[in-house]
């Protein structure tokens, strides 16, 4: 699998951005998907994650402002971002892996095997 993404950008704080994760392969359905960040001189950290159509997973630190979705006809994977913050200032990578994860799992990069080559979002003060 592969994965392509796309949408990052600067933005000022309060706005909205759409990253968007184009993965190529087959059985996309059956993957677990999921959206990553990496500040700078910070660790990778998960944000948002998807299992099935409608499981799922969110970071505290963007509950309520971020919505990950999936569209299994296009093979994409979408993390809608809204009233964002500077401190949401990262790349972002979206990873997918095609076994079953739990939830304790899914939010651990160590568990996904695909990965993205990321997309910087920069939000302004």
């Known amino acids: 699998v592969q994965l392509q993404a796309c949408g990052g950008g600067l933005v000022q704080a309060g706005g909205s951005l759409r990253l968007s994760c184009a993965a190529s392969?087959?059985?996309?359905?059956?993957?677990?998907l999921g959206w990553f960040r990496q500040a700078p001189g910070k660790e990778r950290e998960f944000v948002a994650a998807i299992s099935g159509t409608v499981n799922t997973y969110y970071a505290d630190s963007v509950k309520g402002r971020f919505t990950i979705s999936r569209d299994d006809v296009k093979n994409t994977v979408n993390l809608q971002m809204n009233s964002l913050k500077p401190e949401d200032t990262a790349v972002y990578y979206c990873?997918?892996?095609?076994?079953?994860?739990?939830?304790?799992?899914?939010?651990?990069?160590?568990?996904?095997?695909?990965w993205g080559q990321g997309t910087l979002v920069t939000v302004s003060s």
């Open positions: 990873a997918a892996d095609a076994n079953m994860l739990t939830s304790s799992m899914l939010i651990s990069s160590r568990w996904y095997d695909y």
């Open positions: 392969g087959r059985a996309f359905s059956r993957y677990v």
